[in-house]
């Protein structure tokens, strides 16, 4: 069986992140990490932040910035508060900076569009949305609760329900509990 090139082995990681890669991807990839810069210097990768990378001729979607997010705050990271409302389009607001949760410090330099929340939170309240890591929307409703208006979130209740995001049962005990904050 013929070996692949390095190109070729990042772009089979890339297709499943939205045509990003990271330096822990090639080095699981048994590819040398100082072949990324190279590979961005020959025009196939643009170097996006330290350790990510983004083929430039992946398409564009409406999920890149949200898993640029991520791979910049790193291993951990997931999607946390409103912006996970945001995600699924529950809310009728858009983002200006971007939510961001993780259990650990984050020492990377973040630019100022995410906003890093350091956060104690169970394993079983973070899921995967498209393949982005994030907070449960049910979870992240209830966070909301002392920050947006109720009406937003009965209405993003509602929604998360019809879309399945959410049981009837999480949606019942959200709604009473925000009659309760009312």
């Known amino acids: 069986m013929m070996k692949t090139n390095y190109r070729q082995e990042l772009w089979e990681t890339a297709v499943n992140n939205f045509g990003y890669v990271t330096t822990q991807d090639a080095i699981d990839l048994g590819v040398p990490p100082k072949e990324l810069p190279k590979l961005a210097e020959h025009g196939g990768l643009d170097h996006v932040a ?10 564009q979607t409406n999920f890149d910035q949200y898993a640029e997010a991520v791979l910049r705050v790193g291993t951990g990271a997931y999607l946390t508060g409103d912006t996970v409302l945001i995600f699924h389009n529950l809310i009728p607001l858009a983002p200006k900076r971007l939510r ?5 410090r984050v020492r990377a330099k973040i630019p100022d569009w995410i906003d890093v929340r350091q956060e104690s939170v169970s394993e079983s309240d973070i899921t995967a ?31 998360a329900q019809t879309q399945g995001l959410i049981t009837s049962r999480e949606a019942i005990e959200i709604l009473n509990e925000l009659n309760g904050v009312r």
């Open 50 to 59: 330290y350790g990510l990378y983004r083929f430039r001729q992946f398409p």
């Open 100 to 104: 961001v949760g993780v259990r650990r």
């Open 129 to 159: 949305y498209e393949g982005i890591p994030a907070k449960k929307v049910a979870r992240a409703i209830v966070e909301c609760m002392h920050t947006m208006m109720a009406t937003h979130l009965i209405e993003a209740t509602k929604a």
